[in-house]
């Protein structure tokens, strides 16, 4: 793996947490998406050569929603930035890891993206991420 790509925080409102970031980082998103099949809002935020994801569930059944309403809102995945996910997901699943997708799938800020089970990081939702072509 080749950096921390990002951390993702659950949020309860997009909007009052990009201003909240913008003010606390002393910069500006830069780049507001939905990804409608994960029924997520997310907000980017450029800093140094790693980024903080917002994201907000966008209806009840969102698994982002299902944290915040649980676990309230804060830290819900780390990144980590590969540049072959499919040989990663086969190294990850050869050392005993349950990766949570059988393919890499289409995720927010052009990128492929698989996760790994948090019981098998200890208790960190694990995002491998790589850059779509
Ligand atoms: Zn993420």
Known sequence: MQKIEHIGIAVASLEESILKYELL?????????????????TAFFLVGESKIELLEGTNEDS?????????????????????????????LRAEGFRVLNEEPKVGADNKWVCFVHPKDTKGVLTELCQERE
């Open 25 to 41: 980082l002393g910069i500006k998103c830069y780049k507001v998406e939905e990804v409608v099949s994960e029924a997520v809002k």
């Open 63 to 91: 698994v982002i929603s299902k944290f915040v309403s649980t676990k309230g809102e804060g830290i819900h995945h780390i990144a980590y930035g590969v540049s072959d996910i499919k040989s990663e997901m086969q190294r």
